[in-house]
């Protein structure tokens, strides 16, 4: 067959021989692997900094967790930081920080630094996360599609400062990308391995953050989208081996056409030969793994290779569906009557015993019993947060014991939010998502997806982070780390754009190296300050820690200073209370520390310090140890109220 005939196969490339198939897959696999080595080198600078900066609070928390529990200081089910709360360390019952656990159980048998291990996890949930994008792109639209929203997730400016934190985002993205493709696979496969992959990973996604729950409304249009395509018969039980060994939909005989066959490895087209106009019994080779298609040739007319042109682009569309549902007779009979309605002209010859797996469910019973199942993967999650709740409950005595909980956040963020009726609150998330989500040249792509046709199947997935953004209004406004949820359904967006982009207009390869490397530049300036610059106030926490420790005995209490934020408590190792510099009543919250054994008050950010309200009569304090910006009181020898009583004397 000429060149000519194997281009016209389209986005499909027509491999003629083994190692030509070899070369290909070869090639789609080591720009995906660039594109993960890229998203993890955008990460390693910061490896090595110390938990502090932007949302250090954050990334404190979930470390003090992960360390109290490695050191069997707090169970599984509880976590447990290092603030004080009712005498002893405080529960943290919002979630069950899985990601940070399993980065405490590598330090705990690895050694080393945990804040290393922690980051160290979530820059490989974001290269993970490539890998899942770009596997559940490639099955929706194709390569290419599959590729632009790989490389979104990874130059997201989001996804590099949050993608290599001590925080939980990025695997609560890794885990939502995977639960979606194993999902779809166990819904097309029909294969209880992929279930069972499907209903672990939401599980843990469960736990990790509730709100995640969302996440039923894709799952149940994934498996309505089957349902509509035929996957389960209403007939029950189908046995497609009894059909003849080559069943023939001849649509049309008209004009000349092509054999084509469907490999099976990695949904290749390959050209195994060409007949004058009806396929021919003949061309079989006999294989069972095979699925065969007909093709009209192009021809020398403009006229008729427009037509002609159309066809093979629905036939492209059938090729699709054909990779997407092997061994569905039903599916391929659908999608035949759609195109035959089109009034294009094709032919299909199936090698019918060996496409089948059978489905033995009706429509409605299989899509109903995998949703179930999901639905059942959610409820420990549900008893979890339950049992928190209950926990947290302030008429329970032990409520004193929980420092921070859901039932305190549901509290404070009651729904109906105000922010919902106001108009900045929109216009300060699209741009948040437009400069820092997707990034600034994205999103245009992102919006192309979105009103395409092909982006309309991800409706559903827009549809659970527009309701979960609905739910948790503040913290979407205030907290930037939550725009990372909503990335990868932008970012298949953004696929289907780039998709669309490109048949139109057809870019060299130039152009697009250059528009790739404008938008890696533009990513890393937005990214570069807060993910791997350490501010000048935060510098000092570290030897603070370091100096508070060598004073302090394992498991006293202390009080630190640092802001509002609890990471100089963190790096001090020792139980206590992260106190405010703002708080017009320090001097009373540190009177009660003193009273129930701190003898130590750790201060960094002196600036900050000295800025405070009671900083006259808290500097009045004896410094027994000092340095580049911290100082260490002592608590024991003068009481705070005795101080404040002196200076007023004076």
Known sequence: MSQATAASLGRYPAQISQPAATATRWRVWTGILSVVLLSVVLRLPGIARPLVGNFATKSATYAMIARNWALGRAPLWRPTTDCMAGGDRGWHLLEVPVAAYMAGAGWAIGGGSLDVWGRAMSTAFSAASVVLIFLLVRRWHGQAAASAAALTLALSPVSIIFGQSFMLEASVVCLTLLTLLSFELAVETNRMMWLLVAVASFGLLALTK??????????????????????????????????????????????????????????????????????????????????????????????????????????????????????????????????????????????????CRLTNHPRWSGMVLRVGVMVLASLPAVAWCLAAMHAARPDLPQSVRVFDSLYRSTTVHAWPHPLLTSGGFYARLLYNVAMFGVGPLAMPLAAVGLMSREGHRHRAWLAAMLLLIAALPAKFYELQYYLLIVVPPLAVLTGVGWECLRRR??????????????????????????????????????????????????????????????????????????????????????????????????????????????????????????????????????????????????
Not at 287 to 312: C, F, H, K, T, Y
Not at 507 to 525: G, I
Not at 564 to 577: F, K, N, T, V
Not at 588 to 608: F, I, N, T, Y
Request: aromatic share 4%; proline share 5%; hydrophobic share 40%.
């Open 210 to 355: 509730i709100y995640m729950l969302v996440l039923l409304l894709p799952l149940a249009a994934i498996a309505w989208r089957r349902r509509s395509n035929g996957e389960n018969d209403s007939r029950g039980s189908r046995n497609v081996s009894a059909l003849p060994r080559s069943a023939s939909l001849d649509l049309s005989n008209s004009d000349p056409i092509r054999l084509v066959r469907i490999g099976e490895r990695d949904g290749e087209l390959e050209v195994a030969g060409q007949t004058d106009r009806r396929p021919h019994p003949a061309c079989l080779d006999g294989e069972s793994d095979s699925g065969w298609l007909v093709s009209p040739i192009q021809s020398s007319s403009p006229s008729r290779q427009a037509g002609w042109g159309r066809g093979n682009r629905s036939l492209l569309r059938l090729a699709d569906h054909l990779l997407h549902h092997r061994g569905k007779l039903d599916g391929v009979e659908s999608v035949c009557a759609k195109i035959a309605s089109e009034g294009h002209s094709l032919s299909l010859l199936a090698d019918a015993s060996g496409w």
């Open 505 to 650: 207009l057809q870019p060299s390869q130039v152009a697009v190296a250059c528009c790739m490397l404008a938008w890696a530049c533009l990513s890393m300036r937005l990214a570069l300050r807060p993910a791997f610059i350490t501010p000048e106030e935060d510098r000092a926490v570290t030897a603070a820690g370091a100096a508070l420790r060598d004073l302090a005995a394992a498991g006293e209490p202390v009080a630190t200073m640092h802001g509002a934020s609890s990471d100089l408590l963190y790096y001090c190792d020792r139980p206590g209370w992260a106190l405010s510099s703002n708080d017009r009543h320090v001097l009373k919250k540190l009177e009660q520390c003193r009273r129930q054994g701190a003898r130590w008050l750790v201060v960094a950010d002196l600036q900050s310090f000295r800025g405070s309200p009671c900083a006259r009569e808290l500097a009045a304090l004896p410094i027994v140890r000092k340095g580049d910006d911290y100082r260490v009181f002592c608590l024991s020898k003068r009481r705070p109220s005795e101080v404040a009583a002196a200076n007023g004397r004076r």
